[in-house]
């Protein structure tokens, strides 16, 4: 059912909580070239319409295989029911002819070898597979010192597409960072600059469904033919190849063809290259050739402007004081940052008031909760101490000596970014330290991240430890 693709595929691009909530509830029927979409209320409505009805029209197009011209969102209480004209007091729609045209959203080669705009068929490909998402471009991308590097590389590859130096790009690091919005940048100013092109994204998972497919139903070769002609691919999680040991052969020997041929690839996973011991040697070392590059949680201030720019996207006043409460608690990744701004503008809407600390507090009160059972000034002394290895107390206690100085100044600098108590707050939890020392300590804490390699490594696994 149509419907049910589109659900996959909303299942993949947006966040757990903002699926649940706003999307798996809606009702779908399908009239002529129309998807029909049913929810509860007339402000349910109004949030699909604002925020997520021009990624579901595409997905519908390219799904239906051009079938579906446009979507209706309309009010209706009783899921499956079919309202008459007069019982719809709330009716959106979005005209497909309005938004983002096809080929900049994805490029397939058919089995004649030629270029099309439209989603193959099932018949080609797993229909579980991933499009590109159209928005995700260079423009909407925040960059911070956790990711400018990435980002910058990504835009590097586009002006020199298939050269050894970055072929293949490995982009690497925790799940929700961005690193499927950079790879997907890429995809999609490629097709804009160059309509023509000839690019594929999916997951490996997708890569192994595929494969599977076409060895079932006897088209290995085409297959291997839509794979090996490709301008640019695109996998994501590539460590999910481990153990399919048939796809891991076939996935090898397509990732040669197309280094030979000088075509770019660019892959992400979890890990760094060498870290993946559960893949062939061999193909690891070739992911080795080109470049690797990590993405990193956001810091806070990349985080608070994260926030902001979503907001402005959606046409939301959010007050700067507001954003960074959000970017203090909700840490983790980008993922949980745009699902939280989401659940603030959607209770702020409810109560028809405008967005403040206190409609922020609300909004968040099961996020503080949990966050506060897990990430807490005595949690971070704990690990960090069982990180160096040194006494609990010493690391609170009175020592000056480096071996301990050290530690508590990273320990500092670690309660200020992940759990926003306040200056004081954190000195007094040290050993009732006054908070110009623990202003000291954080200040120090960025300038040795910039300047000490070594350092800045020990802040990063244990951001991860105390994020995990």
């Not at 949030?47 to 579906?68: D, F, P, V």
């Not at 499956?80 to 005209?95: N, R």
């Not at 690091?173 to 490629?190: D, R």
Request: glycine content about 4%; hydrophobic content about 40%.
């Amino acid at each position: 059912m149509l419907w049910t693709d589109c659900l996959n595929r909303l299942r993949q691009e947006l966040s757990d909580n903002v699926f649940a909530m706003w999307i798996r509830p809606l009702v779908a029927e399908e009239v002529e070239d129309t998807l029909r979409l049913y929810a509860p209320n007339p402000y349910w409505t109004r949030y699909i319409q604002e925020h997520h009805i021009e990624l579901i029209a595409i997905l519908a197009e390219q799904l239906s295989e051009g079938r579906i011209r446009k979507v209706d969102i309309l009010v209706d209480s009783r899921p499956g029911a079919i309202l008459s004209p007069a019982e719809q007091p709330a009716t959106t729609t979005a005209a497909l002819n309005t938004v983002a045209t096809p080929t900049r959203v994805k490029q397939v080669v058919h089995k004649d070898g030629g270029d099309s705009t439209s989603i193959p068929s099932t018949k080609h490909l797993n229909s579980k597979k991933r499009l590109l998402n159209p928005l995700f471009t260079f423009s909407l991308f925040v960059e911070g010192r956790s990711n400018q590097m990435a980002a910058e590389t990504c835009r590097k590859v586009l002006t020199q597409l298939g050269a050894s130096q970055h072929n293949p790009l490995f982009l690497y690091g925790p799940t929700g960072l961005g690193k499927t919005h950079l790879m997907q940048a890429v995809g999609n100013a490629l097709l804009q600059a160059k309509p023509n092109a000839r690019v594929m994204y999916m997951t490996a998972e997708s890569f192994v469904q595929d494969f599977v497919s076409s060895l079932q139903k006897g088209k290995v070769e085409e297959f291997k033919k839509n794979c090996r002609s490709l301008d640019l691919l695109l996998v994501d999680d590539i460590h999910l190849l481990a153990g399919k040991e048939a796809s891991l052969v076939e996935f090898f020997y397509t990732f040669n063809a197309l280094l030979d041929e000088s075509k770019q690839i660019i892959l992400t996973s979890d890990r760094y290259p060498k870290e993946l011991t559960e893949l062939d040697p061999r193909l690891v070392s070739r992911f080795s050739w080109g470049l690797s590059v990590g993405v990193e949680p956001p810091d806070i201030e990349t985080r608070i402007e994260i926030l902001l720019k979503k907001a402005e996207n959606s046409g939301v006043d959010l007050p700067r004081n507001c954003a960074l409460f959000i970017a203090q608690q909700v840490v983790a990744n980008v993922r949980e940052l745009e699902g939280a701004l989401n659940k603030v503008v959607a209770i702020a809407r409810f109560k028809g008031s405008q967005i403040d600390l206190d409609v922020v507090r609300e909004s968040l009160k099961d996020v503080l909760a949990i966050r506060a059972r897990t990430i807490s000034v005595e949690n971070i002394q704990r690990v960090v101490s069982e990180y160096f290895r040194i006494p609990l107390k010493e690391l609170i206690g009175p020592k000056r000596t480096r071996i301990y100085a050290r530690p508590r100044q990273l320990a500092m600098g670690l309660a200020r970014e992940l759990t926003g108590d306040s200056f004081p707050e954190i000195g007094m939890a040290f050993g009732g330290r006054d908070h110009s020392t623990v202003m000291h300590a954080c200040e120090k804490v960025q300038s040795l991240k910039n300047e000490d390699p070594i350092f800045n490594e020990d802040y990063k696994n244990l951001l991860r430890l105390l994020q995990s």
